[in-house]
């Protein structure tokens, strides 16, 4: 069963924290300017880092390619990583909306 390892949780993760979004907290951080730059921001520390760590020319994090969906991009990095780093970061940063809102409220 390729790609139930990895990726199968990380494109769960993606839909489990949008549905958590649109369907509960309703925060609209999907709609803030601010949210896509911070994005932006990690995913342009995230390619340099993850690059270099699962190049496959000398990877320091390894793989098993039978839970991967074997699409990588750049410098190898398995794209995978970037759904879940989409689904931590948005994760924590819909936490800090909701929190700010019931602060503020």
Not at 12 to 19: S, W
Not at 23 to 47: D, E, H, N
Not at 50 to 70: F, Q
């Amino acid at each position: 069963m390729t790609g139930l390892g990895y990726t199968l949780p990380s494109v769960l993760a993606v839909i489990a924290v949008c549905a958590w979004e649109l369907a509960y907290l309703r925060t609209g951080l999907f709609r803030k300017p601010a949210y896509w730059i911070s994005m932006a921001i990690v995913v342009g520390f995230q390619i340099p880092v993850d690059g270099w760590l699962t190049k496959l020319s000398a990877p320091i994090v390894l793989y098993a390619p039978e839970h991967t969906s074997g699409l990588r991009f750049p410098w190898d990095i398995p794209v995978e990583d970037f759904l879940f780093g989409f689904a931590l970061v948005t994760a924590v940063l819909l936490l800090w909306e909701r929190r700010t809102a019931k602060e503020e409220a």
